[in-house]
T-cell receptor, first 115, second 113 residues
Framework: GAGVSQSPSNKVTEKGKDVELRCDPI?????LYWYRQSLGQGLEFLIY????????KSGLPSDRFSAERTGGSVSTLTIQRTQQEDSAVYLC?????????????FGPGTRLTVL | KQEVTQIPAALSVPEGENLVLNCSFT??????LQWFRQDPGKGLTSLLL?????REQTSGRLNASLDKSSGRSTLYIAASQPGDSATYLC????????????FGRGTQLTVWP
């Protein structure tokens, strides 16, 4: 597609429920990144994929968070047993490569609200 | 760890002024530094990417410079317009951890007519 797309754009859930957030990267981009943005924390890195593998998962805040990428394209971020502190905007980005030339393009984000 | 600081946190100027936004980073072993703008409720829009071998990049009224040795980058906006009002974010990687960007908290810019 023309840009990175994310769905849903907004998600309201109850504490304790599981949620899935989806990211469609720019066609041909091999690297995909998840970040989250909250008022108190700014932009935090969560995980990145090169192809279907995740060389860096160091930003995932707990084992309730997981992500996968299939076919070198679409990625899903799953949050299990959501907590109120998970409320944030989840941003996805993609780039041609994660190497020396790495211009990241961001999607519009998914705003997650946990009640 | 890479720590990124942006100064000032907020800036309010009349239309037409030339502006300088500053970004500093603690680990100079970077490959890429990228400037973004973010409008309220939106994602990040890439403005300029500077690779470590470059000293500056220009796009229209925007010019970004990079001084790796001092750990600084500057975004210069010429002849500011109300449409430039947004939050500007600086993100850079770190040589030992390719891929992820480390971000500053941003500079919130308001340009009034």
């Amino acid at each position: 597609g023309a840009g990175v797309s994310q769905s849903p754009s907004n998600k309201v859930t109850e504490k304790g429920k599981d949620v899935e957030l989806r990211c469609d990267p720019i066609s041909g981009h091999t690297a995909l990144y998840w970040y989250r943005q909250s008022l108190g924390q700014g932009l935090e890195f969560l995980i990145y994929f090169q192809g279907n593998s995740a060389p860096d998962k160091s930003g995932l805040p707990s084992d309730r968070f997981s992500a996968e990428r299939t076919g070198g394209s679409v990625s899903t971020l799953t949050i299990q047993r959501t907590q109120q502190e998970d409320s944030a905007v989840y941003l996805c980005a993609s780039s041609w490569t994660s190497g020396a030339y790495n211009e990241q393009f961001f999607g519009p984000g998914t705003r997650l609200t946990v009640l | 760890k890479q720590e990124v600081t942006q100064i000032p946190a907020a800036l309010s100027v009349p239309e037409g002024e030339n502006l300088v936004l500053n970004c500093s980073f603690t680990d100079s072993a970077i490959y890429n530094l990228q400037w973004f703008r973010q409008d309220p409720g939106k994602g990040l829009t890439s403005l300029l990417l500077i690779q470590s071998s470059q000293r500056e990049q220009t796009s229209g009224r925007l010019n970004a410079s990079l001084d790796k040795s001092s750990g600084r980058s500057t975004l210069y906006i010429a002849a500011s317009q109300p449409g430039d009002s947004a939050t500007y974010l600086c993100g850079c990687d770190r040589g030992s951890t390719l891929g992820r960007l480390y971000f500053g908290r941003g500079t919130q810019l308001t340009v009034w007519p």
